[in-house]
């Protein structure tokens, strides 16, 4: 079974330019969050996505991050304009639909913000 | 509000020595709980999930965790650690009664086992 792919792994980028991560979650799962994980803390979510509606966006700094889940499989994460704090490692995750289960995540991509 | 507390920052241990990774957890309710890995650029696995039933857990690799709802702690244990039990561990939990289901993690342990 295919895992939760993210892609770009690694992107430097100046202040004020914009940026975009991409997330294909694992066949079938309905819910997919996006994390930040700062250096030297826990992930915090950032959105959560049942199908293609939006569950939980309440942390999500909606001045200048905006995602996207179209077709309620792949998602993309974009951040205009970025600032220096936000640089960190995104994480995605996704999981079957019940709050039981586990999340699955994907390798992350780390952004420097410079 | 859910939160979770790793109090240790780190955690050094012998190779062959038994590991313990602590996590306490504040609920409104009913918690899930779970212990996730984090290997050096490399994004979280799963370890174990505490859902109902049994207050002792098992999940990979050899890890256990017991529930403690009086203590409201759920620590992470393995018997024997190896080398390459070397990773920073993560406590999450879902309070079930929360509206969307938000896992809330703690601050991370590092744990460094030596040979």
């Known amino acids: 079974e295919a895992g939760v792919a993210q892609s770009p792994r690694y992107k430097i980028i100046e202040k004020r330019q914009s940026v975009a991560f991409w997330c294909n979650p694992i066949s079938g799962h309905a819910t997919l969050y996006w994390y930040q994980q700062i250096l030297g803390q826990g992930p915090k979510l950032l959105i959560q996505f049942q199908n293609n509606g939006v569950v939980d966006d309440s942390q999500l700094p909606k001045d200048r991050f905006s995602a996207e889940r179209l077709k309620g499989v792949d998602s993309t994460l974009k951040i205009q304009p970025a600032k220096l704090e936000d640089s960190a490692v995104y994480l995605c995750?996704?999981?079957?639909?019940?709050?039981?289960?586990?999340?699955?995540f994907g390798p992350g991509t780390r952004l420097t913000v410079t | 509000a859910q939160s979770v507390a790793q109090p240790e920052d780190q955690v050094n241990v012998a190779e062959g020595n038994p590991l313990t990774v602590k996590c306490t957890y504040s609920v409104s309710g009913n918690p899930y709980l779970f212990w996730y890995v984090q290997y050096p650029n490399r994004g979280l696995q799963f370890l174990l999930k505490y859902i109902t039933g049994d207050n002792l857990v098992k999940g990979s690799y050899g890890f256990e965790a017991e529930f403690n709802k009086s203590q409201t702690s759920f620590h992470l244990k393995k018997p024997s650690a190896l080398v390459s039990d070397s990773a920073l561990y993560f406590c999450?939990?879902?309070?079930?009664?929360?509206?969307?289901?938000?896992?809330?993690f703690g601050g991370g342990t590092r744990v460094l086992v030596k040979p």
């Open positions: 999450a939990v879902r309070d079930i009664k929360a509206a969307g289901n938000k896992l809330t």
């Open positions: 995750a996704s999981s079957l639909w019940d709050s039981s289960y586990e999340q699955y």
